[in-house]
């Protein structure tokens, strides 16, 4: 993200469905590592606390918008073009589908 902040990049979009390192855990797992063992991961789940891109983006001074609904993705995809910089678009995909 912070390089898109210095660069023309016109539109940036995070997908975002199982917030979590998962190849990490799964080779964990696979090499049967201390944290496998009792299924507790450190920094591997990025979701205690959610990241908000969108702050961070912010923060950072590019604008950007979180879409949940699949027809809001249209919108905020021309929104992003239309602003002439640097826009994240954070898409959230329900579990349920990952």
Known sequence: MAYITGKQAFLQILRQEGVSYRILKQRTKALKG?????????????????????????ALGVPGARVEKA?????AVSR???????????????????
Do not use: M, N, T
């Not at 027809?71 to 919108?75: C, E, L, Q, Y």
């Open 34 to 58: 201390f944290s496998a063992e009792d299924d507790r991961y450190v920094a591997i789940d990025l979701d205690k606390p959610l990241i908000d891109f969108v702050g961070l983006a912010r």
């Open 71 to 75: 027809w809001d993705i249209g919108p």
């Open 80 to 98: 992003g073009l239309a602003s002439g910089g640097p826009y994240l678009v954070e898409v959230r995909i329900d579990p349920a589908f990952a």
